[in-house]
Nanobody
Framework: QLQLVESGGGLVQAGGSLRLSCAAS????????MGWFRQAPGKEREFVAA????????RYADSVKGRFTISRDNAQASVYLQMNSLKPEDTAVYYC?????????????????WGQGTQVTVSS
């Protein structure tokens, strides 16, 4: 099992920035690809960003490319999502996720491990 706890959400004005953090424990973090999903009210959960276990590969949803950056610190068993130039449509609950396979982080796949989520609200 991999336990994940997100933090860093909050209320920000459009154009602002937030940095989400996800602390992992349990299963060996360095063996897992990590990523972020989000779910807005009335919408399905959608893929946002992912990074391979080594950090050598990343992928992003088209809607966040150039604005969001995923990173990880294996020594701290943590993964981060730096969100810049935020828009009201980025408002959602953001979930950290982990899986032994990087291929679990595609728009149609679902990783094995999930955090409880952190709310991000972007005001116009």
């Amino acid at each position: 099992q991999l336990q994940l706890v997100e933090s860093g959400g909050g209320l920000v004005q459009a154009g602002g920035s937030l940095r989400l953090s996800c602390a992992a424990s349990g299963r060996t973090f360095t063996n897992c690809a990590m990523g972020w999903f989000r779910q807005a009210p009335g919408k399905e959960r959608e893929f946002v960003a992912a990074m391979s276990w080594s950090g050598g590969s990343t992928r992003y949803a088209d809607s966040v490319k150039g604005r969001f950056t995923i990173s990880r610190d294996n020594a701290q068993a943590s993964v981060y999502l730096q969100m810049n130039s935020l828009k009201p449509e980025d408002t959602a609950v953001y979930y950290c996720a982990g899986d032994s396979s990087y291929n679990a982080f595609t728009p149609r796949a679902r990783p094995d491990y999930w955090g409880q989520g952190t709310q991000v609200t972007v005001s116009s």
